[in-house]
């Protein structure tokens, strides 16, 4: 189940989470941790289970109904179980946005394409690093 978890950036499990979906620079994820603890538009959910902080999802939920995801991350002994997949599904019953968007590299972008994210290239936008647009239309039940 996701969980608020805005209030323990500090500690170190969640720190080590967030990295796995930032840029390898100590830096930035020190950049990424401020805006979370500053920004209140941004919000931060862990998925625990037995005691395990197993993965975590950043987002800004925009008043219009759209949802901006910021960092996705399960951690590594926990990949290809479904839990990315179940963090996006719970942040649809939690949130209920009409559209959620989030921009990703090569490595990750199959993951957003396997789970029916419509996927488009915005070329490189560092050097040698292509960068995609996902989206999903979330279905409503109205």
Not at 21 to 38: I, M, Q
Not at 87 to 109: F, Y
């Amino acid at each position: 189940m996701l969980v608020d978890i805005k209030h323990r950036l500090g500690e170190k499990n969640i720190q080590e989470l967030l990295s796995y979906s930032v840029f390898p620079d100590s830096g930035l994820l020190e950049k990424e941790l401020n805006a979370y603890a500053k920004e209140d538009s941004r919000e931060l959910y862990g998925y625990e289970e037995d005691g395990q902080m197993i993965g975590l999802v950043g987002f800004i939920a925009h008043p219009n109904g759209l949802l901006e995801v910021k960092h996705l991350a399960v951690h590594p002994e926990y990949r290809g179980q479904g839990y990315g997949r179940g963090q996006i599904l719970e942040l649809i019953e939690l949130k209920k946005p009409r559209e959620i968007q989030a921009e990703t590299d090569e490595e990750s972008v199959e993951f957003y394409r396997n789970i029916g994210f419509s996927i488009r290239s915005l070329g490189e936008k560092f050097p040698g690093v292509e960068r995609f647009q996902c989206v999903y239309e979330v279905e409503s039940d109205e």
